[in-house]
């Protein structure tokens, strides 16, 4: 008898991460000793903070190595809100934050939470990837709201207006922004807060993970503190950029008890408690200082140095645009330049992926 091999309808309608298959790539090609550079993935290349790890390796000295409580440990969520009060003027208390294993599953738990079948989740293009499958995974629609290179990719008020429906449920707020480095000033995002307020159902989850690594002037803003945005909101940050703690799988979610409660639930019967040397860490973390103190600010400078040597490079490089960012460490370049081109011992190169493969296979 043959074994039945279908898999979820659910699952069937969602992609790989693009982004794990570019990098899936170049390891392999590291691996078979080919000299590879790889900027796949966001993630920072400076080890985690001294007093980040020291704080690590006494959680596991003294034995703290157990499961803690599925929200979070009292302690580190009770430093989480004192940041948020300090650092972004919003207000929460413990039972209004919920620990996870980094930034990813607290959002993914968030639109599990609030959406329902045929609901759509709005996402300001261009995007992290992984937000419309997300959506999709939660039985909601990604709805797509392209931006412009002439905008700094910043979503235009009159068009989030005109994509608005009875059906529309969340809209995703990245500021910096992954993939543009592009900063929401306070006025675009009152503006935004306005058209969000005229619609009962709608909510924001305002993806935070960036905040830290800004670029003066610019200045970040969390739409929570926003007038009559608190209730609307869910907050979404961590540790893994800012503080360069990529594996130690370590971020939260805050927001109105009722959302983060149910999120908490989901969260329970999914994969319980963070890791608890990883939130020993955390609280190590934020004992920093103020935005991750000096430290932080250090890797920031560094960033910004190479953001101004790689504008530099690509404006005089034929065919290629790129917006300037002002946060994060990425540069979102516009290459459709070479969209068409049959490059030999390739192919034809129609996309961003394909040149993505193009040079991983050709250009060593």
């Keep these: ?66 499961y803690t409580p599925n929200g979070g440990t009292l302690q580190l969520r009770t430093a989480i809100c004192r940041k948020l009060k300090e650092e972004n003027e919003i207000v ?50 990604p709805v797509i709201l392209k931006s412009l290179m002439s905008d700094n990719f910043l979503l235009n008020p009159d068009h989030l207006k005109s994509k608005l429906s009875a059906k529309s449920r969340l809209l995703i707020l990245c500021s910096p922004s992954n993939p543009t480095g592009s900063v929401y000033p306070r006025e675009l995002l009152t503006q935004i807060a306005k058209i969000v307020a005229s619609h009962p159902r709608l909510l924001v ?72 040397i990883s939130q020993s860490a955390g609280e190590s973390a934020l004992r920093m200082g103020k935005a991750g103190g000096e430290v932080v600010a250090t890797m920031v400078t560094a960033y910004r140095e190479r953001r101004d040597f790689l504008l530099q490079f690509f404006k005089d490089l034929q065919g290629v645009k790129v917006s300037h960012p002002q946060g994060a460490f990425y540069l979102f370049l516009d290459l459709s330049y070479y969209y068409g081109v049959e490059a030999q011992g390739f192919g034809l190169i129609n996309s961003s992926e394909s040149l993505c493969c193009y040079l991983l296979d050709q250009a060593q």
């Design 205 to 276: 989850l305002s993806d935070e993970i960036y905040e830290h690594i800004i670029y003066a002037p610019a200045m970040h803003t969390s739409f929570a503190s926003l007038p009559d945005m608190w209730e609307r909101t869910l907050t979404v940050n961590g540790f893994s950029k800012a503080f360069a703690m990529t594996g130690w799988r370590l971020g939260y979610l805050a927001g109105p008890k009722h959302f983060v409660t149910t999120c908490a639930k989901i969260q329970s019967q999914l994969s319980s408690c963070a890791n608890s």
């Design 92 to 141: 929460y208390s413990p039972d209004e934050v919920l620990v996870s294993n980094g930034a990813k599953q607290s959002i993914f738990q968030a639109m599990l939470a609030v959406c329902s079948p045929g609901d759509e989740v709005l996402i300001p293009a261009p995007h992290w990837v992984s937000y419309p499958d997300m959506a999709k995974l939660a039985d909601a629609t």
């Design 1 to 66: 008898m043959e074994v039945d091999t279908c898999t979820s309808p659910r699952v069937n309608n969602v992609s790989t991460s693009r982004t794990s298959v570019i990098m899936d790539n170049a390891k392999a090609l590291a691996q078979a000793g080919v000299p590879i550079i790889s900027l796949c993935a966001g993630e920072p290349d400076f080890d985690t903070p001294t007093a980040i790890t020291q704080g690590g390796v006494k959680a596991i000295m003294e034995g703290h190595t157990r």
